[in-house]
């Protein structure tokens, strides 16, 4: 029998495997590619020419990148899930579910009757590529990652939905002092919950799972997470020692059923086979002559602040400081905007040391020459940093650039700014901050995309970003998702496009993803026509001179882009006019200390991840608290509608005006319960039933009923209700009420009264979904409440199929309840006029916050209320104002009772001066991807600011306070005119 080889070309390596008759290994290699699969594997073949040579073989490729290798050499594939169950059936047999971990893909596949397979979609949140994005980020190897791990003490929410927003909750936990060992830990287990929520979509995994795959051989904190997670022992927890190679030793296995040839004869065909040139789509180059670039260049480099020479300069100075998120920049300057020192690097994760060591530098330079007359942060780290060195003032970054790009065109109207995963860009509107755009879900139209792909074809970013300024056909890769990207880039390097073309290619994607992925424009028009751009990106001029082209017209790049934020940060400390900076000087500096613990605050559901960072002297600040307790003081509680209502409703539970006899009722507290509890609970306890509600929402509760999801995108609050379902069963009611609801109550205010898809048919997913309420009795009838005629005459039809309760009874009932759910509605108004005269007597600006009535749910929000009012602000919520507007056309079809409320809402605070709106949106609402640009159209109409945040799992508030301050500057930057 010939001896048989499977070789395994992924998205990142190539595997190839040796079998004898007897199935066992003769020999094995794992190794990364960089995109030149061919090559790579006929370097491995020739490795083991002398074991081979002469010899009859069998070999078949397999892999996610084989398939174009086998077509093109004219050697068998077969499709890497069949080459896997192979080998697991052969060397595993009793296996139940193999879980396995690539360079951009994660699939599950489960055994046991049909073999049945899930993977990764669109995004590569959780693969091998997500664990490489996230250890260059914390700068330290995979390995180191990985040792890091294994010491951890705690484990912190992170998302691992994508590298973006991994980044944007691992960023403040170690801006915040929070210790890596804990951060590499949570980067394993985000990887873990993503596997497990997003692939087994409600399947459960049990029995005996097998791992296999790069990530999970090489790393042990993962293997350790997983491990932990899904409560396995070491029988059935399975990590084969060739667990990378699996797929291979499977295609091996396979090639039994094809020909043999002679290992010559294969080798010579995958030499040969140089892939078939396709045609690529591209573009017009960026610049067509050297003449044309020097030119570009001079308009550009004329955009300087004076420098001036620090060694010989003397008088007053003044400190701007951008703790940024990956990166920390520092500006010193004179009266005039001279630069006298500057300073960009990536803050290592440790922003206080490097600041220090700056500090102590510059101190070095001025000597008694110069006097630092105020000092000013921005930034991420702003707190921390401001509390650690005694600065004189922080200021919300996106005022930081605007004041920076006002010294360099004072008639901006537009401020883009592309850092390295993240993009700001903000209009600015009678010389204040207007609406501000961050990118929300992908950092595909970021530096760190570029970065990500020099890396991988062996360059250094300024390098690979020249290469592309004179290619004569940029290749056209589309915008989307830096992992697809990957695949676009591969295949268009099959097609033969040159590595200038690539390069040329990504800045032109770049541009294309801001400009219509996150700023969502129509046209140059909708952004402005003075346009400064900033953020390190833009130091690349094939990226600006593709912005430019694609917008049809020149815009302004300050030379000193990449630290307009501490530039502006300087500014800003100039117009504070001190007499003396105090800010910690040379000789305090000398005893600075700094350390920082990880705490878990108590105090509230919220349980905030503290960081207690204590400086020398005694001094203490902590960060991560969205509210003052933590700190010993108590919250301040501004009035607040939210917490109101929350309150208000958490006490429908009991026997309320009835007495019980009739059992216990379950109802899950979410969605559309919210709004509707003071209904139901009025229904069922006139009816003599005893009404439990599910437990308040937490992060614990998502997880008791997170293997039961079976879809991935749909929003938190849906999420969260499989957990409040299993924790009725668990409390033993006697049934679950849970009705299917098309449609909402009538408000007269919109063209139709529908509730959206989901919060109507959850309670049917529901039932399909969570196995455990099989076990009781859960009644998810169709109910209507908008037609109370209807409804009498239904319910009482239903309540006496079910329960036996007499008909009569029941229409009294439902009367009563209709009574207690306009008594509900009458009593928010009231309290929302009470809470808005309050405001203005006490001369304090009033917040609506527009969203759905579960945007209440603290665990939903995350404490977003007590941010606000912590900010001085009154909150109100939009059912308190929306009933003082009438009926208006729409540009949208206006058939939702909860949006049209949010409409009317805008429209009222338009006509309000002392008021701003802000607008809730659920991550991945489909229906709110409309209700945004119709709010914003109509809050910009009416003169006001549109602010809309994004609210998911995560409970980082980052993006959040950026929003809510840049709100605040602006309402004082009109007050000021």
């Given at each position: 029998?010939?001896?048989?080889?499977?070789?395994?070309?992924?998205?990142?390596?190539?595997k190839v495997v040796v079998l004898d008759e007897q199935n066992k290994l003769l020999f094995r290699s794992y190794?990364?590619?960089?995109?030149?699969?061919?090559?790579?594997?006929?370097?491995?073949?020739?490795?083991?020419?002398?074991?081979?040579q002469g010899k009859q073989v069998k070999l078949v490729i397999t892999g996610s990148a084989g398939l174009g290798v086998a077509n093109a050499s004219g050697i068998d594939f077969v499709q890497e899930v069949y080459a896997t169950a192979a080998a697991v059936n052969t060397y595993i047999p009793d296996t139940d579910?193999?879980?396995?971990?690539?360079?951009?893909?994660?699939?599950?596949?489960?055994?046991g009757g049909a073999l049945e397979e899930r993977m990764n979609g669109s995004c590569a949140g959780g693969t091998g590529a997500f664990i490489d994005q996230m250890a260059t980020l914390m700068n330290v190897t995979v390995n180191e990652l990985d040792e890091l791990s294994l010491r951890h003490e705690k484990i912190y929410p992170i998302a691992s939905r994508c590298g973006v927003f991994a980044k944007s909750d691992i960023q403040p936990i170690l801006n915040q002092g929070g210790r890596k060992e804990d951060v590499a830990a949570s980067i394993f287990q985000a990887v873990v919950d993503q596997t497990v929520a997003g692939l087994t979509q409600g399947r459960e995994l049990k029995g005996k799972i097998v791992f296999l795959g790069g990530p999970l051989h090489f790393l042990m904190?993962?293997?350790?997470?997983?491990?932990?997670?899904?409560?396995?022992?070491?029988?059935?927890?399975?990590?084969?020692?060739?667990?990378?190679?699996?797929?291979?030793?499977?295609?091996?296995?396979?090639?039994?059923?094809?020909?043999?040839?002679?290992?010559?004869?294969?080798?010579?065909?995958?030499?040969?086979?140089?892939?078939?040139?396709?045609?690529?789509?591209?573009?017009?180059?960026?610049?067509?002559?050297?003449?044309?670039?020097?030119?570009?260049?001079?308009?550009?480099?004329?955009?300087?602040?004076?420098?001036?020479?620090i060694h010989t300069y003397t008088g007053a100075a003044w400190l701007g400081i951008d703790a940024g998120s990956t990166t920390t920049k520092i500006a010193l300057i004179t009266a005039d905007g001279g630069l006298l020192y500057t300073y960009y690097h990536s803050n290592l994760g440790n922003p206080v040391a490097i600041v220090l060591e700056q500090l102590r530098e510059i101190y070095k330079l001025c000597g008694n020459r110069i006097t630092i007359k105020g000092a000013a942060v921005t930034g991420y780290g702003e707190d921390l940093i401001k509390n650690a060195f005694s600065c004189d003032a922080g200021l919300v970054e996106t005022v930081a650039h605007y004041s920076a790009a006002r010294h360099f065109n004072p008639d901006v109207d537009f401020i883009i700014d592309i850092g390295g995963?993240?993009?700001?860009?903000?209009?600015?509107?009678?010389?204040?901050?207007?609406?501000?755009?961050?990118?929300?879900?992908?950092?595909?139209g970021c530096g760190s995309f570029i970065e990500t792909f020099a890396k991988a074809l062996g360059y250094s970013i300024a390098d690979f970003a020249k290469l592309g300024l004179f290619a004569q056909h940029p290749v056209n890769l589309g915008s989307r998702c830096t992992v697809f990207m990957n695949s676009s880039v591969k295949q268009a390097q099959k097609d033969g496009a040159s590595v200038e073309d690539i390069s040329a290619g990504l800045s032109i994607s770049i541009v294309k993803n801001a400009i219509y992925k996150v700023i969502r424009a129509a046209s140059a028009d909708d952004l402005g026509k003075h346009i400064v751009v900033q953020g390190g990106t833009f130091h690349n001029d094939a990226v600006l001179r593709a912005f430019e082209q694609e917008l049809g017209r020149d815009v302004t790049r300050p030379t000193i882009s990449g630290i307009m934020g501490a530039f502006g940060a300087a500014l800003a400390a100039r117009d504070l006019h001190l007499e003396k900076s105090g800010i910690l000087n040379a000789k305090a500096l000398e005893k600075f200390t700094h350390v920082a613990k990880p705490a878990t605050c108590g105090l509230c559901t919220n349980h905030c991840s503290l960081t207690i960072n204590t400086f020398d002297g005694g001094r203490r600040f902590v960060s991560g608290n969205r509210c003052s307790r933590p700190l010993g003081e108590e919250p301040s509680h501004l009035p607040d509608l939210m917490r109101y209502k929350y309150g208000k409703l958490r006490a429908l539970h009991?026997?309320?005006?009835?007495?019980?006899?009739?059992?216990?009722?379950?109802?899950?507290?979410?969605?559309?319960?919210?709004?509707?509890?003071?209904?139901?609970?009025?229904l069922f306890t006139r009816l003599n039933f005893e009404v439990v509600l599910s437990p308040e929402s937490s992060r614990k509760l998502y997880l008791k009923g997170q293997r039961t999801i079976p879809s991935d995108t749909v929003c938190y609050p849906a999420k969260l209700l499989h957990g409040h379902v299993e924790a009725l069963v668990e409390a033993g009611?006697?049934?679950?009420?849970?009705?299917?609801?098309?449609?909402?109550?009538?408000?007269?205010?919109?063209?139709?009264?529908?509730?959206?898809?989901?919060?109507?048919?959850?309670?049917?997913?529901?039932?399909?979904?969570v196995p455990s309420l099989k076990k009781v009795c859960y009644l998810n009838p169709y109910f209507g409440l908008h037609r109370p005629k209807d409804f009498e005459r239904k319910a009482s039809e239903w309540f006496f199929n079910e329960f036996q309760v007499p008909k009569r009874e029941t229409v009294a009932a439902a009367k009563a309840a209709y009574a207690a759910y306009d008594a509900y509605k009458e009593d928010l108004r009231a309290t929302g006029r009470a809470y808005i005269e309050q405001a203005r007597a006490e001369n304090r600006p009033i917040l609506v916050v527009a969203g759905r009535p579960y945007h209440m749910d603290p665990e939903i929000n995350h404490g977003i209320n007590d941010l606000i009012t912590s900010f001085g602000f009154i909150l109100i919520t939009e059912d308190a104002v929306a009933y003082l507007e009438d009926k208006a056309p729409r540009h949208v079809l206006n058939q939702w009772t909860y949006h049209a409320r949010m409409y009317n809402a805008a429209r009222?605070?338009?006509?309000?001066?002392?008021?701003?709106?802000?607008?809730?949106?659920s991550f991945g609402c489909g229906i709110d991807a409309i209700t945004g640009d119709e709010m914003r159209s109509i809050l910009e109409q009416g003169g006001k600011l549109y602010t809309q945040l994004k609210i998911d799992d995560i409970s980082n508030l980052g993006a959040v306070k950026i929003r809510i301050r840049s709100l605040m500057a602006a309402i004082e930057a009109r007050k000021a005119q």
């Open positions: 029998m010939s001896l048989r080889i499977g070789i395994d070309i992924g998205s990142t390596t190539v190794e990364r590619h960089y995109s030149k699969t061919r090559e790579r594997a006929c370097e491995t073949l020739h490795s083991i020419q002398e074991m081979l579910a193999v879980i396995e971990l690539g360079g951009e893909d994660a699939k599950i596949i489960f055994f904190g993962l293997r350790q997470r997983f491990v932990e997670t899904l409560k396995l022992d070491a029988d059935h927890a399975v990590f084969p020692e060739d667990g990378d190679c699996f797929a291979a030793m499977g295609a091996a296995l396979c090639s039994s059923d094809y020909g043999e040839r002679s290992f010559d004869e294969v080798l010579d065909r995958l030499e040969k086979s140089v892939d078939s040139v396709g045609l690529v789509d591209t573009m017009p180059p960026l610049f067509d002559s050297q003449e044309e670039y020097d030119a570009f260049l001079a308009r550009h480099n004329a955009m300087h602040p004076p420098e001036v020479d995963q993240d993009m700001k860009c903000f209009k600015i509107r009678n010389g204040a901050v207007d609406s501000i755009m961050l990118n929300e879900a992908c950092s595909s009991g026997k309320g005006q009835g007495d019980g006899s009739r059992g216990k009722i379950g109802i899950p507290f979410g969605l559309n319960m919210y709004e509707n509890l003071p209904f139901w609970f009025e009611v006697d049934a679950i009420f849970y009705p299917c609801m098309p449609y909402n109550f009538n408000e007269g205010v919109s063209d139709n009264n529908y509730n959206c898809p989901v919060v109507a048919y959850y309670p049917e997913l529901l039932a399909a979904n009222y605070v338009c006509t309000q001066e002392d008021m701003e709106l802000i607008q809730l949106v």
